[in-house]
């Protein structure tokens, strides 16, 4: 038998609408258009839907399982380990000036 | 030379029969031929392959040779390797040389292999056909029309074409096993932790697991013996002793109990498939194997909740990708919060940016515990099935794919059918546990079958022996593709 669990029911119950859309592009830095928008309500939409599948099963009392090995954090000493390479990463940037990678103005 | 195998490539480079620039380049050669078609490869240095292969000539002529030394190796085209363009299959690394290795590629050039050059893969490893490169789709060898399976397609294409000698692939929820088994090779993905993942550009942290492909079991643990092992860079790889993959490839099969899933069995599952996997099955209990009924009821729940944590967990590893520092920067833009959209919105596939804000999404506010914590309790329930299951089994085995390989195009703009193509393999990296595929028949298509066989944590050694005593009884991995 399908247990349901009220709570999750209400939430995936919902269907994503253009502003929700909007709002996940703008979260995530993308810059979409309203063709592009519509288009990606259409498909993400089908795929809350595939998702939806785990609103079935009771989960009360399960620890998340955020890893594969139940591991702690490993520690090493405070110590510097990597060398200075910083012309060789500066070499690939996008643009970069004396030494400092540069970026469109972000204060007046 | 190209048939044989990695031991009997080593054996004839470390008796001077042939030097390993000689078989560099008969492999540069093949891939100048067939690369245009396949489309296999996104980078070969034919300069750089060859002044390797000069080194390795010198250190098997001092007699300093590891058992991969002067082998043609390819790459998959998510680890980084300094010097070379490492692309991940997006325009957001198009232009990417990098300063650094992972530390998979040092292991490899500590071992003195030959790095061949950087494979074709789905856009930073999402996708199942290996249509969402930037760089074009690749072709599975066995049919040009069909796809060769993703993420590492290019790295299965180029093992099945004979365009190197072994390749690395990385596996996320089933980017190994599920190309290795539409292009008809062998390929491994080990307990989560076992290889380092630093240098290897990241998907889903949780989950990504790099492994070899290759044409046999008896290949694979060559290639696993130099990859494996502990690096402090990776803050969770695993600290084991060093052990030897090939240890247990002559172990007789009697006794063996191979647990089948009754849900890996079930709708949903091609006939012809069914028909394959099941004869693989009976040449096991010919081999002295005993077969054991099993159920993983939480199976099913796989593929939702894999759309859950690995877009959540590329969300978060994808935001590094802003047109600062390396890669991509849009030409145009008016401020800096512009610049970073128009650089992500042109820099990143339909594909990636779909699963970038599937994650957005679903790590937002008021939808956080429905969503995520939801979804790792639900990891938790699937990992306990295999638990219960390995209390029953040595080993699982089951399909790799519901189907053989399908022709490009034909899954179309429904995400939602392409994500189902990988039911079988996504609960393994859920639970974090080792998983291989090897082939073991061709479908109604002619095209390949893959036979999935997944092992308790850290029985890699043991997988490889099972699947090797196949492959001595059988012939289904030494076939290749027609007119190549």
Same mark, same amino acid.
């Given at each position: 038998m399908i247990t349901y669990w009220p709570y999750y029911n209400k939430v995936f119950a919902?269907?994503?609408?253009?502003?929700?859309?909007?709002?996940?592009?703008?979260?995530?830095?993308?810059?979409?258009?309203?063709a592009e928008i519509e288009a990606a309500r259409a498909q993400l939409s089908g795929i809350f839907e595939l998702i939806a599948e785990m609103q079935a099963v009771d989960t009360r009392g399960i620890a998340p399982m955020s890893h594969a090995q139940e591991l702690s954090q490993q520690l090493r000493e405070d110590v510097v380990t990597e060398a200075n390479q910083r012309e060789a990463f500066q070499a690939i940037a996008p643009q970069v000036e004396g030494g400092l990678y540069l970026v469109p103005q972000v204060i007046e | 030379m190209l048939n044989l195998s990695l031991q009997q490539q080593g054996l004839a480079l470390r008796a001077r029969k042939i030097s390993s620039v000689e078989l560099t380049q008969l492999y540069l050669d093949r891939i100048s031929t067939h690369n245009p078609v396949l489309n296999a490869y996104v980078t070969v240095d034919a300069a750089k392959s060859l002044a390797q292969a000069q080194a390795a000539d010198v250190r098997l002529a001092v007699g300093a040779a590891d058992p991969l030394t002067g082998i043609p190796i390819a790459q998959k085209d998510i680890f980084c390797a300094q010097g070379w363009r490492t692309t991940c299959g997006s325009k957001m690394l198009d232009n990417f040389i990098s300063p650094y290795d992972a530390h998979v590629i040092s292991l490899f050039n500590g071992a003195g292999a030959v790095n061949l050059g950087k494979t074709n893969m789905d856009e930073f490893a999402m996708g199942s056909s290996n249509e969402t490169s930037y760089f074009g789709?690749?072709? %599975?060898?066995?049919?040009?029309?069909?796809?060769? +399976?993703?993420?590492? +397609?290019?790295?299965?294409?180029?093992? /099945?074409?004979? &365009?190197?000698?072994? *390749?690395?692939?990385?596996?996320?929820?089933?980017?190994?096993?599920?190309? *290795?088994a539409l292009c008809g090779i062998t390929g491994i993905k080990p307990t989560y932790g076992t290889v380092s993942r630093y240098g290897m550009i990241a998907f889903a942290s949780s989950l990504d697991q790099a492994g070899p492909m290759a044409r046999s079991a008896q290949d694979c643990a060559l290639m696993l013996n130099v990859m494996t092992g502990h690096d402090a860079r990776d803050s969770t790889s695993l600290q084991r002793d060093k052990e030897d993959y090939a240890r247990d490839l002559h172990r007789p099969l009697k006794g063996l109990r191979i647990g089948l899933p009754k849900e890996f069995f079930a709708e949903g599952l091609s006939q012809d498939v069914a028909a394959c996997v099941q004869a693989a099955v009976a040449e096991y209990q010919k081999l002295g194997a005993t077969v054991v009924d099993i159920s993983l009821p939480n199976a099913k729940l796989a593929v939702p909740v894999y759309y859950v944590l690995a877009p959540a967990e590329a969300s978060s590893n994808l935001s590094r990708f802003d047109g600062v520092r390396y890669g991509y920067r849009a030409p145009d833009y008016t401020d800096l919060t512009d610049m970073y959209e128009k650089t992500r919105a042109q820099g990143f596939g339909e594909e990636v940016k779909r699963r970038i804000m599937i994650g957005t999404y679903v790590l937002s506010h008021g939808y956080y515990d429905a969503y995520y914590l939801q979804a790792q309790k639900i990891r938790r329930l699937i990992a306990q099935?295999?638990?219960?299951?390995?209390?029953?089994?040595?080993?699982?085995?089951?399909?790799?794919?519901?189907?053989? /390989?399908? %022709?490009?195009?034909?899954?179309?703009?429904?995400?939602?059918?392409?994500? &189902?193509?990988?039911?079988?393999?996504? *609960?393994? %990296?859920?639970?974090g546990l080792p998983g291989m595929s090897i082939p073991c028949g061709t479908g109604a298509n002619g095209l390949p079958v893959g036979l999935q066989i997944i092992g308790d944590y850290f029985k890699e050694a043991q997988m490889? +022996?099972? *699947?090797?005593?196949?492959?001595?009884?059988?012939?289904?991995?030494s076939r290749a593709p027609q007119g190549l």
């Open positions: 919902m269907s994503l609408t253009t502003q929700d859309v909007q709002k996940i592009a703008r979260l995530a830095r993308l810059a979409m258009n309203q | 789709p690749v072709r %599975n060898p066995w049919d040009i029309k069909a796809v060769p +399976g993703g993420s590492s +397609g290019g790295a299965a294409s180029a093992v /099945a074409a004979r &365009l190197c000698a072994a *390749a690395t692939g990385t596996d996320t929820g089933g980017s190994i096993r599920q190309p *290795a099935d295999f638990v219960e299951a390995f209390k029953q089994c040595d080993v699982i085995m089951g399909p790799t794919s519901p189907s053989t /390989a399908f %022709n490009l195009g034909e899954k179309g703009d429904d995400p939602v059918q392409m994500y &189902l193509s990988d039911i079988y393999t996504i *609960a393994v %990296n859920l639970a490889l +022996g099972v *699947a090797h005593q196949y492959q001595l009884a059988t012939d289904w991995h």
